[in-house]
């Protein structure tokens, strides 16, 4: 850290009344979506000369408060000041206009264009003040100039795909600094460059903010954030957690911040089972050395009826994967997979339905949904393709399963004959759980059946669930929220990177420990 | 609040329930292609004489709207058939191909001749017209068995799947009958596409059955609920447990068979089989049929009966282009002025657009 930097620094946090007021400054943002609530209350302070980063996992809401930052969405309460002055922008253009600049994770400018011409797209300057025809000579010099600004140079007239993506990253920097931004926000600039481009962005990050400029960094990488940063703001399920000093804030704490230590607001959700059950369960499922290339070392496991197993890891850690082999949605090219004691291949998800398993997957609108059928017809789909195409369910039948599980899992619908498009995503998702439900399965793997919903419809929703596990059906649940597995789990498996990293039971773990063995030390 | 509680406890007594049926009306998918057939109608009317007298001669129903009917069976079966493949989100431009090839395999293996037996002239065929049309359906089928092993087993897009059998299929009727005409002398073959049945032409039986066939397979089976969840969301679908390869292949297979009869239809109504020629662009208006009765390209949600009405307005286009006398060569214009415009008509964003300007 530089001597400037940290004099900056302590100047700004120890003496906010002072001369150097936020550039930006957020306060009591809320912001909701069709019944979920995506931010509430959050607040954010930018100052000039600083790089902040906005950290959160994936659901956190920082793409929202991005998106109300830059006129795409309006907030639903709470104020905006730029410089002391309330702003509302209606558009990015607006934003932009205001000097709140952003540059996105997918360069979004015109590959077969010149590097001045995607500068200065669609604010080409012209000959004779403005009316003539573009100028091209000026528009390189000046490209030229802004490049040059942050120690590039390259040739401007050649077309920008010739360039690697960190260089492409900077002409789009290079294009909000042209619009004399005052704030710079970066949404995951890093995901697709490699080590050395991640250096070269830096570098000119720190000459901007040295310059002045205050800049909002979005990233989900932990290196990345210590590197860079002056300050972190770390939010969670919508609710800023806090505002830290990077130099003050340990990884651990940080990653703690993220996922939600003991204190988390939902703690009540869902009981932990009896002990005593989890012994009386009979063995369902036994894994043997279950692996495919590319997205699971071979492990091997149980699943027991009447017991929680909560698969635990970060997001590619394999918990997808693992789920997708157990219902045969991929194949597996090693180990066996055998059910109350019998070896059976799960080569498609009609297998392992007619085996007795149910999948709800983490991908609500890609791989749950049928949007524009009705909530009946979503309801009985998995049932109905199990009795086969020519066993049609009655419709009488049809709407009394349908408005049986309506009823018991309080799923809010017009109408059972309303397309489950138009319901909010708790109650699509109550809906797909009723799929499953309705096939009376032995065994169900949750995907992350809590995510992008509201805490009740969560809390709703888990307490069904382990209500039906204690009657003895076998349930994978896989969830990010590191405390919500430890609470729902009877065992659990945390992978990493694609690998075992043990198996453990009912309070062998705790939160930090789990931490410890997804980040390789061992617990 | 509370009365309007109780007119909902109570719907039977809610005094907005004709309003609300009303409303149901305007916006059933139907109603625009229902409109449109009658909107042409209504000019026949006015603009053909006679268009809707109807003859009864010989035992036979004539007339104009008879006629219409009668010429476009082709294209409703093939409409049929094509409405299930549109619902999967898929398209089936070989049709016209497959139309060629039925025909062409059923003309060769009937063929025919004039034999005096006693001095009586009769007709007899090479091969057992059973076996003949069976042969030629079977022909049809292995198409369908082809597009739908290219899309469901290859994952290949339908439109260049399906491009291949138009190319290819076509070429093969030629190479069959060596690019000429071959002409059917065999008199029970020219029943399938010219003949009556209850004073009613008989292809139009052969469409009745096939609708019917179809109405029980939605009613009475799964099929319906499945094409639609594969068209909306073929990911969705196989992990609900449907066997989603095994259902494109079915609709592809279905259509082929669609077009295979329509191909015998038009060869016996021509009394010959024309490779070159037959079935040429069926598939197209097969498409605009599934289009103008309301069924959306991009799946899901599909209208049997709004594809029969589809094939219906095509033809009484035609049909009314050519009483009107309009000169051959507008014809296509004419047609495609109004395919326009019921498109635009269904057009949501064509819609919001013109009620913004009615209201403004």
Not at chain 1, 498 to 519: C, F, K, M, P, T
Not at chain 2, 195 to 205: A, E, K
Request: aromatic share 6%.
């Amino acid at each position: 850290m530089s001597i400037r930097r940290l004099f900056h620094f302590e100047f700004a946090m120890s003496n906010p009344a002072s001369s150097v007021a936020p550039a930006l400054e957020l306060s009591g943002i809320h912001k909701a979506f069709t019944g979920v609530q995506a931010l509430t209350d959050v607040g954010l302070r930018l100052y000039p000369g600083e790089v902040h980063t906005l950290m959160g996992q994936n659901g956190a809401g920082k793409s929202t408060l991005i998106k109300v930052l830059t006129g795409v969405y309006p907030p639903d309460r709470g104020s905006m000041l730029l410089h002391g002055r309330a702003i509302a922008p209606g558009s990015t253009q607006q934003a932009q206009e205001l000097g709140i600049s952003t540059v996105y994770q997918e360069v979004n400018l015109c590959p077969n264009l010149s590097v001045a011409e995607n500068i200065f797209i669609g604010r080409y300057p012209r000959k004779w003040r403005g009316i003539g025809p573009i100028d091209w000579q000026r528009m390189q010099v000046q490209a030229a100039q802004l490049l040059a600004r942050l120690d590039l140079h390259i040739d401007v007239q050649r077309p920008l795909s010739v360039y690697p993506l960190a260089v492409q990253q900077m002409v789009a920097i290079s294009r909000a600094l042209s619009v004399s931004a005052r704030v710079l926000i970066l949404d995951e600039p890093t995901s697709s460059l490699d080590e050395a481009e991640v250096q070269l962005l830096f570098t000119v990050l720190r000459k901007l903010r040295d310059e002045g400029m205050a800049i909002l960094f979005v990233t989900h990488f932990l290196e990345q954030t210590y590197a860079i940063s002056d300050r972190i703001t770390v939010l969670r399920n919508g609710v800023r957690e806090g505002e830290y000093a990077a130099s003050a804030l340990s990884r651990l704490e940080l990653v703690n911040k993220m996922v939600g230590a003991a204190a988390s607001q939902d703690a009540a959700v869902s009981a932990p089972l009896p002990n005593e059950q989890m012994a009386s369960g009979a063995l369902f499922l036994q894994a043997r050395g279950l692996g495919r290339k590319g997205a699971l070392a071979p492990q091997d496991f149980d699943l027991r009826s009447g017991e929680v197993f909560g698969l635990c890891g970060l997001l590619g850690s394999g918990r997808t994967e693992t789920a997708r082999l157990l219902f045969g949605a991929d194949k597996a090219d090693s180990g066996t997979i055998s059910i109350r004691g019998k070896v059976q291949r799960l080569n498609n998800p009609r297998d392992a339905i007619h085996a007795g398993i149910g999948f709800c997957s983490e991908d609500r609108k890609k791989e749950g949904a049928i949007l524009e059928l009705s909530v009946r017809d979503n309801i009985i789909l998995a049932l109905q393709a199990r009795s086969g195409l020519l066993h049609v369910i009655p419709r009488k039948r049809q709407r009394q399963i349908a408005a049986d599980y309506v009823k018991w899992l309080g799923i809010k619908t017009a109408d059972i004959e309303t397309p489950i498009g138009l319901l909010s995503g708790g109650n699509q998702q109550k809906a797909l759980l009723a799929r499953w439900l309705a096939t009376t399965p032995a065994m169900l793997i949750l995907d992350e059946p809590t995510r992008g919903i509201d805490v009740r419809a969560k809390q709703e929703i888990m307490d069904y669930v382990v209500g039906l596990c204690r009657q003895g059906l076998a349930i994978v649940f896989i969830s990010s929220e590191i405390a919500e597995v430890l609470r729902c789990s009877d065992r659990m498996l945390v992978l990493r990177d694609r690998q075992g990293g043990g198996q453990y039971r009912r309070g062998e773990l705790d939160e930090s420990s789990v931490l410890q063995v997804i980040a390789g030390e061992t617990a | 609040m509370s009365a309007s509680m109780n007119s909902k406890l109570f719907a039977g007594q809610d005094e907005r329930a004709p309003a609300r049926r009303w409303q149901q009306l305007l916006q059933h998918p139907l109603l625009r292609p229902v409109a449109a057939l009658a909107v042409l109608l209504l000019i026949d009317l006015f603009l053909i004489p006679g268009f809707f007298r109807i003859e009864l001669k010989d035992g036979h129903l004539y007339g104009s709207v008879i006629d219409i009917f009668n010429r476009a069976a082709p294209l409703m079966l093939a409409a049929l058939g094509m409405t299930l493949v549109i619902a999967t989100r898929g398209i089936d431009i070989s049709v016209g191909a497959v139309v060629a090839i039925a025909g062409t395999v059923a003309a060769m293996l009937i063929g025919g001749t004039v034999v005096m037996h006693n001095g009586v002239p009769e007709y007899a065929s090479n091969m057992p017209m059973g076996w003949a049309l069976a042969a030629a359906l079977g022909a049809a089928l292995l198409c369908g068995v082809w597009n739908g092993l290219l899309v469901a087993g290859l994952g290949l897009q339908p439109i260049i799947a399906t491009l291949i059998l138009m190319v290819a299929g076509r070429g093969l009727a030629q190479l069959l009958t060596d690019g000429q005409i071959i002409t059917v002398y065999y008199q029970p073959f020219f029943f399938l596409g010219g003949g009556y049945l209850l004073g009613l032409p008989f292809s139009l039986f052969i469409v009745a059955a096939m609708f019917v066939l179809l109405a029980v397979l939605m009613r009475k089976t799964a099929l319906g609920l499945f094409i639609q969840a594969v068209g909306i969301n073929p990911v969705a679908a196989r992990l609900a447990g449907i066997r989603t390869a095994a259902l494109i292949l079915f609709v592809y297979v279905f259509c082929s068979l669609c077009a295979g009869m329509a191909g015998l239809m038009i060869s016996s109504n021509i009394k010959s089989a024309d490779a070159n020629n037959a079935g040429l662009l069926l598939e197209l208006d097969a498409i605009l049929a599934v289009t103008l009765g309301g069924t959306s390209l991009a799946g899901g949600k599909f209208s049997l009966v709004g594809s029969v009405v589809g094939a219906l307005i095509i033809q009484a286009l035609t049909y009314t282009i050519y009483s009107l006398g309009v000169p051959p060569e507008v014809n296509m214009v004419v047609k495609s002025v109004v395919v326009f415009l019921v498109c635009l008509s269904q057009s949501p964003e064509f819609r919001r657009l013109s009620s913004s300007l009615v209201k403004s």
